[in-house]
């Protein structure tokens, strides 16, 4: 029997230094499936060349495929993948904005997104602070650490690890009496770095019940782009109501 050695991280760094094989992973990590024409006009390439980078990603174990019809459809193959993506956007530097389309896109990313399964953005950051701030999440220290400037010069090195937070009695209460959430108290609250606010998002069952339910009352809705979730009005109300945070007019679709 052979015994298995070290981790092949450059077999996967193989994977991820093509453009068009990354943009596809990103294009994913908001859970859905995607035709492959859809991740070809993501990545920029034909679809025929999209094709074999697909190939690759599913060979490779990072995406799964399955059919419907003449039409392939790609997923992240996991959950373990939405998080390497999301590691490797922390610690990767940002691409050059170079058109107003781009600014638009990147402000939206940044604004609210599907982080795998879960909800992302400035918008899910802020809803985390809330619930750390009274008193309904505790156990974690959501502090960045050094200074911005430090972040600068240092892409990901002032940045939290993934934290685990515990959900209290009063949280538990706040989240049944406000949103109908049947959540136990002391349920432990996972909760992942945000790549573009570089603070903590609540992932994990609550991540998923919060984002469900704000779809649900409408406040949060998918748009055109891949991963971009609009902001209703409605939702702006409710998340001042219920959570006390303020979200400009400019976030509300």
Known sequence: ??????????AVGRLLAEPARAR?????????WLPASMLALEAGVAASTMSGHLT???????????????????????AEVAEL????????????IASLRQHTRAHALRRARRCYD????????????ALIRDGFLIGSDDRTGPSREDEAEAPGAAVLEPGAYTLTD???????????????????????VDWTEH???????????LLADFESRGWLASARQPRVLTLSAGGRRGLA????????????A
């Open 24 to 32: 596809a992973l990103m294009a994913l990590s908001d859970g859905r």
């Open 118 to 129: 879960h909800l992302g953005g400035r918008i899910a950051v802020a809803i985390t602070a």
């Open 56 to 78: 690759r990603l599913v060979d490779g174990g990072l995406l799964t495929v399955r059919q419907h019809g003449r039409y392939r459809y790609y997923r992240l193959a996991g």
């Open 1 to 10: 029997m052979s015994t298995p050695g070290e981790a092949d991280l450059s």
């Open 199 to 209: 603070r903590h998002h609540t992932a994990g069952r609550l991540g998923r019940e």
């Open 85 to 96: 993506v999301e590691v490797m956007a922390k610690l990767a530097p940002t691409l050059t």
């Open 241 to 252: 109501q219920i959570f006390g945070i303020e979200i400009d007019d400019q976030a509300a």
């Open 170 to 192: 009063v949280g538990a209460a706040f989240l049944h009496d406000e949103l109908k959430l049947a959540i136990p108290p002391l349920t432990a609250v996972r909760c992942c």
